[in-house]
C-alpha cells in the first residue's frame, strides 16, 4: 500500500513538473514574442503551441493591448503628419503678405521710384499688413476657442435680429460683388439658447466666406421647424465637389490649393467649433452646383 502512495505521489509529481515546464516555455515563448514585436515593425501577435486557459486568456489580453498600441501609433503619426502640413501652410499663408510687403518696401525706398508710385506702394503695404493682422487674430482667436479659455455666456437670442444685424454690416460688400442676396427670415422672433457674441461670429464668417469664395445666388435664411431652429446659407459653387464639402470645416483647410488667396482656412473650423460648442449642429453639402451649410439649433425650451 505504501509503494502504491509512492508512485501516485511520484506520478503527480511528474505531472506537475510537466505543468510547470509547459506553463515556464509558454512564457518565455510569449516574452520573446513581446520583444520582437516591440523591436520590429511587425503584425504578428502571440500565438501559443499549447492551450492552457490561463495562459490563453493572457496571450488574449496581450493581443489586445498589441492592437491598441498599433492603433494609437498611426493614429500619432497621422496626426503629426497633418501637423507638418498645418505648420506649412501657416507658413505660407504668413510668408506671402510678408514677401509682398518686402518687396514693396525695397521699391519705397529707391530712389528711382516716383512720388507718385510711392504713394500707391505705401497704401499697398497698408493693405497688407491689414490682412496679415486678420489672418494673425484669425489664428491665434482659433486657438483660444480649441481651448478652455473661450468661455461662453450663454443667454436667450433672438435669432432674426442677430442675423438680420449681421447681413446690413455687409452691405456695401455685396454692393461691390454686385450681389444681393435673397433673405428670409420671418418676422416673428426665434428664440434660441446661445452666446450672442458667437452666434455674431458665426453669421460673419459664413458670409465672409461667401463673399471670399462664393460666386452669385447667395441664400440666406431662418426658420423653424417643428422643435429645432435651422439657419441656411446657399450660393453657387460650381466648383466645389463632394470631396471639398467633406472637408469644409476642417481647420487650414482652403480649396485654394495654391493657397493665392489671404485665407488661413481657419474660418469655417471657427464655425464649426462654436456651432459645435452652444450645442448645434452644422453641415454642408452640395445641391445642383449649389453649396449648402445649415445649422440646426433646439428651439429655446427644447432639449434632446
Known sequence: MLWLIIIMLILVIGVLSAYILLYKREIRSIVN??????????????NLQIKVKEINELAIQ??????????????????EHKFKEEITNISHDLRTPLTSIAGYVQMLESENTPAEKKAEYYNIIRRRIDTLVK????????????????????EKVNVNNVLADVISMFYYDFLSKCEEPSIQIPSNPIYIHADKDALKRV??????????????????SAKEEENHVCISFKNYAPDI???????????????????????????????????TKMNGKIKAEVEDSILVISITFNRLGIFK
Open 62 to 79: 496581450l493581443n489586445h493591448l498589441i492592437n491598441y498600441y498599433k492603433t494609437e501609433k498611426i493614429a500619432i503619426s497621422k496626426a
Open 33 to 46: 514574442r513581446l520583444q520582437f514585436i516591440r523591436e520590429h515593425d511587425t503584425n504578428k501577435k502571440i
Open 203 to 220: 453669421f460673419q464668417n459664413l458670409i465672409k466666406n461667401y463673399l471670399n469664395h462664393g460666386t452669385r445666388k447667395i441664400s440666406i
Open 241 to 275: 465637389d463632394n470631396t471639398d464639402v467633406e472637408k469644409l470645416f476642417q481647420r487650414f483647410y482652403t480649396a485654394d490649393k495654391s493657397r493665392t488667396k489671404s485665407s488661413t482656412g481657419l474660418g469655417l473650423a471657427i464655425v464649426k467649433n462654436l456651432i
Open 135 to 154: 489672418m494673425l487674430d484669425e489664428f491665434f482667436e482659433f486657438a483660444r476657442i480649441e481651448s478652455d479659455e473661450y468661455v461662453l455666456q450663454f
